[in-house]
């Protein structure tokens, strides 16, 4: 990583890119009116974009919900993963956590790549969700205490 790149929050003439990025990403996609009721409508949410040089590479939705902070999505573009701008994501997404006690997501258990980032940033399992996914895959609950 050598240019920074920078957050800002999430815009709808950003969904082209976060819906080009989340096709790329996930097996289980959300829409463009999932991203649309974030932006315009749930005032417990705080979407963001990751940009570089002025495209986006990245964008996280995260819930900011009395004690629990839920980071609901994050995704950064293939074409730029393995070069620290995940990490840079998720430090930053973390730093908008304000009074959250704890941080909260579900990982596959099969994302060998995500849940080693998790961990090197202080996430522990802390339960199973059966069958989350619509393929029937389990989702492994992390949690990391915050305070």
């Known amino acids: 990583m050598t240019t920074l790149p920078t957050i800002r929050p999430m815009r709808l003439e ?6 080009e990025i ?10 463009r009116s999932n991203y649309r009721f974030e932006i315009e ?5 705080l979407p963001v974009v990751m940009e570089l040089e002025g495209q986006v590479i990245g964008y996280s939705v995260a819930w900011l919900m009395f004690e629990e902070f839920h980071i ?6 293939p074409a730029f993963q393995r070069r620290g701008y995940g990490e840079f994501l998720l430090r930053a997404i973390l730093g908008m956590s304000d009074d959250a006690e704890y941080a909260l997501l579900e990982v596959r258990k099969t994302n060998h ?5 998790y961990k090197k940033y202080g996430f522990r399992q802390y339960g199973v969700r059966r069958r989350y996914y619509r393929d029937g895959e389990d989702a492994l609950v992390l949690r990391k205490e915050l305070k």
């Open 113 to 117: 790549k995500a849940l080693s980032l």
């Open 72 to 77: 609901a999505t994050i995704a950064v573009d």
């Open 22 to 31: 989340e096709v790329q990403v996930y097996r289980d996609t959300w829409s």
């Open 14 to 19: 950003d969904l082209d890119r976060v819906l």
């Open 41 to 45: 409508e749930n005032r417990f949410s």
